[in-house]
């Protein structure tokens, strides 16, 4: 794995699990709630993961950016469907989605080197 992803997944488990040491019921319920609507059901976990990470770029969350483009990459999402999803994002984000956009192909790229 790259640097990239390997600082952000090693950070993001170990927050996790810090946080869920001392959460109370109604974090624990909100992260299980973000687990069970990315699972299979109408639509697909691709297509949920793609919505997701056109969320997270107009919303202009890197961590969440990150996030889901991992979960594309493991669903099979191809160079030609992330360009279109990233041309999504930046239309309806506009151009202060421009340097997500930057991050999030630099990403994108080392996913895909491994």
Request: include cysteine; glycine fraction near 6%.
């Amino acid at each position: 794995m790259g640097q990239l992803i390997n600082e952000f997944e090693s950070y993001r488990t170990r927050m996790n699990d810090r946080i869920m040491e001392s959460a109370n019921t109604n974090i624990k319920r909100f992260f299980a709630l973000d687990t069970t609507t990315y699972a299979d059901g109408a639509l697909d976990v691709k297509t949920k993961e793609l919505l997701g990470l056109v969320a997270s770029m107009v919303l202009r969350c890197d961590d969440c950016i990150k996030y889901h483009l991992g979960k594309c990459h493991e669903a099979g999402v191809n160079h030609d469907e992330m360009n279109e999803v990233f041309m999504i994002a930046n239309l309806v984000g506009g151009s202060i989605v421009i340097p997500h956009y930057r991050r999030a192909v630099e990403y994108w790229d080392e996913l895909n080197a491994e």
